[in-house]
Every structure is written in C-alpha cells, then in structure tokens.
C-alpha cells in the first residue's frame, strides 16, 4: 500500500509511513502523521459535496419524502375535485387549468422546509462545524439547496403524473411541460433564500414552520393559482399582479400550454435574480455574523 | 507532566504562539460573557482552559474558532486575527464541542467522507482516510451505523475524528470528555495525547482539575469571563492544596476534636459535611500529591492518638469547587447557559465525590 500514487493525496508524504498498527495510540499516531492536506477544493465541488450530503440524508431519512409525494397528490385531488365542477364545468376541464398552478402552489409552499433543515443543523451541532472549515461560504447553503432542487423536481414529476392520470392534456407537449418544471424549480431555488435566512434568524424549527404559512399562504392563495384575478376587488388584483407567483404560473402555464409568453418568463428570471440578490446576501451576512 | 515529554518530541516548531489574546470581550445583552481574557498558549502545548459552566469558556472557544466575534480587544491564532484573517485561521484550527458536531443522521464512515470531501482529498483518498480514522479510534465496527445510535464516548470520538481528517495545527476541543463513564474518558484521554504528541497544539476546556492536571501544561481558571488563575498544574495545586482528605467517623460526638486535631495538623480549612460524621480538608502537601499523601497520613496518626476512630479515609485532588473557594473564597457558579441559543451546557459536575478515584493515581483510599 505504501507506493499507490493514484488512491493517496500526497504519495510521497504517504510512502514514508508504514502501515498503522490495528488501533490504539499507535495507529492514530501514524494516521496522523500521515494527514498531509489537499489543495483546497473550489466553491462548485464543496457545495455539490454538500449536495450529496442532501441526498444521503433523504437515503436515510426517506419519510421526508412525504410532503414531495403525498402532499402534492393530496393538493390535487383536492382542489381539482373541489372547484372543478363550480368554476370551469367539469374537472377535466379545470385540471387544464389548475395543474400548472397546483404544481406551483405545492413546490413553492415545499420551499419551507429548506429553512427548517437550516435550522435543525444548528440545533444539533452540525452546522457550527461547517462554519469553521476553510471553504467557499455560501457552499453549505447552496448544498441545501441543491438537495432541495432535486425534491422540487419530485414533487413536480408526481403532480405531473397524477394530472396525466386524471385527464391533464398538456398543448406544449413534452418540451413545453419540461421547460415549465426547470422554470419553477429554478425559481424555487431562488425563491429558498428566503428560507434559508429564516432558518438562520429564528430560534427554532416552530417559528420557522410559524413564519412560512405567514409568509406562504398570502403568495399562493393570493394568486392566480386558483381562479383568474378578474373578478378579484381591485385592491386585490393590484397585489396579485405584483405577487410573482402569479408570473411564474403564467409562465409555466404557458409553457405547458405550448405559448412562450416571453415577459411573464422575464418577470419571473428577474424576481429569481432580485430574491437571491437580496436575501441571499442576508442570508450570508447572518452566516458570517451569528 | 506527561505533557512535558510530549512537548519535547514535537514534530514542529513553533512559530511563536499559536493563541495569542489581548482584553477580549463578549456581551450578550446585558451578560457580560468573556469579560477581558487575556491568553497566551505556547504552540505544541497542550492549555487547559478550566472553570464551571457559564465561565465564558464556550464563548472564548468560539470567538478564536471564528464562529463568533468579539465585541472587544483582539485574539490572534498562529499571528492571524480571527475577524480580519478569518479564513486564514480556519485554514490551520479545528473544533469539537456539543455544538461542532457530525450529522447524526449520516453513518460514521458518510460523515469523515463528507469532511473530507469538503478538505479537498478525493474521493478514495478521503475513503481511505475515514476507513484508517474509524479504526484507529475503534469505531470500525459502527461505520455503518448512524451516528444518532452511537453511545456517548462513541459520538465524542466520532466529533473528534471528524476534528482530525486533516492534522490541525491547532484543535480546540470543548469539554471533550463531560458526561463520558470513565473508560470512554480514558479513550478520549489518549486520543488527545497522540495528538498533541504529533505536534498538534490543543486548547481543551474541562470542569475537571484531574482532567487538566492529566493533560494540560498550563491551565488557566476562568470565571465570569475572567482569568483569575494561570499557570503550570504544579502552580495552581500549591496555591490551592495538593489534595483533599475526606473522613467518616464512628461517632458523630467526635467530629468537633476531629476538626481540632486536623486544623492543627494540616494547618487548613476543614469543613464539617452535610453528612454528620464526614469532614473534608484541605491538604497543602507542598503541591505534590506525594506531600499530600504524607501529610494526610501524619493527620490520621494524630486523629488516631487522640482516640478519634476513622471508619473511612479517602484522599483525593481538590475539586473545582475547592479550587473555586481556595481562589475567589467562595464556592464554583452554576449560572445561566453562556449564550442565547437553547441551553446546551450540562451541570456543573464537580468530581469530589463520585469522581473521585477516577484515576487511579490521584485517589488512595485506606480503612484504618
């Protein structure tokens, strides 16, 4: 073992050490004589690092899978047999309608959760270690996030397959429908920080649950998610229409619909761009400060 | 010391000292929790940071770890500042304490991968370096268990393996061996000796004398945010009293001509029990447990010339407690936790009586 260049950081370093003794003193003495250190790694490899840190813990939590699976089937079978008959005629009609939106509605309330994991990890302990390591700072974070991303991804596939179950027929096809997930999920990526700097601010997991219906129940409700703004008293439709969850379902709408409404995609890339400029440098100041 | 050896064997020089504090502070609200610490640790030491909960020895560990900052004075590690060269000490400290932990929801082996993934060592390389890790700390059998059903000396030698993926120049390890039985101390014990026996500089908080006296070539006593005591072991026992004898008496009648006859004797404080026949006393012994041993044994030949039967006689090393009362005359806080997240301090936990023959060394015990 002691010539391997290709599994040893630094094989010369590695050569000059004989193989550790079973246990005890002596062999953690050699293992570290032997910790020779790397070149520091780059910001993309230690949050894709973190990334799979996300990904393990769902491999040995799955149950927190739940509300990526059962939450979303359950929001739609709700609403789509709720409002159904009373706002479009039939269901399958309405689910023409809705199922953009639902699947908005549920990723974007799915968000939360990234300000409790934040805040769990600070419970428990984990989180002051990352914050001691010698690596790009935001790098933990965005290693949330990305975890996050790919449960985004989840729920949208599922409330994708329970619409295409119940009769969803979408005009845009396959690309128009693809396009709309990557679209939602990259805002909801953005949309995280918020979440993040929550979990940061608030001393425990409840206030953090507290502040996102406070937070989550206005924007999606309020929305065109449900119903069309119309008939909406105008105090209201001003705020729907400032609401960016309403041009994110627009967009995403439309792009299952197969129309590319171009500044309801705007609208929606720079609301992304503006969420994580603002509370994404939030978040970071709290990081580097707590 | 068993320091002492371990600082001579030191693979590297030092570059003048790796902890360096000038009036450093800490407020939270109106707690004034670090109150102007002024430290100095030696590179390739082992400093023993001692005092009970609520001392501001967490928050003095945090602000030189870089996780918290000062609202006073200046603290540099290896000449760097902690605020304005953050980076750079990070790049050379490691930490372990509650609060620095290891994922508990992820495998021994997944967590020392992750860390080391994170210090840039590949993907076999940081394989192979938990593997060796694991198993030179005895956990290769739990590897694949997740950390969240390890036993307690289990999880602090997991927190300390994932403090040494790569050899820190310095490694703080907070109250490393609080609520541990004996034998995971132990292990914790020797961990901490082959690392420092590597060159590694450790700055250890404990609640335990014994511990730092073990370990430590200096200690500093902490209270209130404040160094009231530093010095080498040897030091700090002359100025508090080598030991601490505690008697049981057969008649309670007796205790008083007890407490006579041992004030006489050992020239000390001797304080009557809550236990009507017990009494504890200080021994000054010169500072070494040697002349504690034979002054203690001087004082039972006299307890036992004026007819006072001893039924039990131990003789230990004095507690934080009477290590509190000998510096500031009066006995050890146990006051709020030190900061304003849920309280993860444990309480204080002198050594006196339960602990007391921990280490085989420090505890004698006769039944004349």
Known sequence: ?290 | MRTEAARSTSSREPDGPAIETRGLVKVFGDNRAVDGIDLRVPAGTLYGVLGPNGAGKTTAVKMLATLLRPDGGEARVFGHDVVREADAVRTRVSLTGQYASVDEDLTGTENLVLLARLLGHSKPAARKRAGLLLESFGLTDAAGRQVKQYSGGMRRRIDIAASILNTPDLLFLDEPTTGLDPRSRNQVWDIVRAVVAQGTTVLLTTQYLDEADQLAGRIAVIDHGRVIAEGTPGQLKSSVGAGSVHLRLRDAGQREEARRVLSQTLAAQVQPESDPVALTARVQGGGTERGAAEQAALALAELSRSGITVDHFSLGQPSLDEVFLALTDRPAHDEQPENGRAGHGSPLNTPSQKGRSRNGQAAEEATP
């Open chain 1, 1 to 290: 073992m002691s010539a391997s260049p290709a599994s040893a950081p630094t094989p010369a370093a590695r050569a000059a050490v004989p193989r550790p003794a079973r246990s005890g003193r002596d062999g953690l003495s050699a293992v570290l004589a032997a910790g020779q250190r790397p070149a520091r790694p780059g910001a993309l490899a230690v949050s894709m690092t973190f990334g799979w840190r996300a990904m393990l813990k769902i491999k040995h939590v799955p149950e927190q899978l739940f509300d990526v699976t059962a939450f979303p089937i359950m929001m739609t079978l709700m609403f789509t047999y709720l409002f159904g008959g009373a706002l479009a005629g039939s269901t399958t009609e309405y689910l023409q309608f809705l199922l953009p939106g639902i699947m908005v509605m549920s990723v974007v309330m799915t968000t939360m959760y990234t300000g409790v994991s934040v805040n769990t990890d600070i419970e428990k302990g984990v989180f002051d270690r990352f914050r001691t390591l010698p690596i790009w700072r935001p790098a933990p974070m965005v290693g949330y996030l990305l975890g996050d991303a790919f449960r985004y991804t989840m729920a949208s596939v599922v409330i994708l397959a329970v619409g295409l179950v119940l009769g969803f027929r979408p005009a845009g096809g396959v690309f128009g429908v693809l396009a709309g997930i990557a679209l939602l999920v990259a805002f909801s990526f953005a949309f995280s920080w918020l979440w993040t700097m929550f979990g940061l601010l608030l001393r425990t997991e409840k206030s953090v649950m507290g502040v996102s219906m406070m937070v989550l129940f206005p924007l999606t409700f309020l929305s065109n998610i449900l119903v069309e703004p119309r008939t909406m008293p105008g105090w209201l439709q001003a705020f729907v229409d400032v609401n960016p969850v309403t041009h994110l379902v627009a967009a995403v709408r439309g792009l299952m619909q197969g129309e590319w409404i171009g500044h309801e995609i705007s609208w929606t890339l720079i609301s992304g761009a503006v969420l994580i400029g603002v509370f994404g440098t939030l978040t970071m100041r709290l990081y580097n400060r707590k």
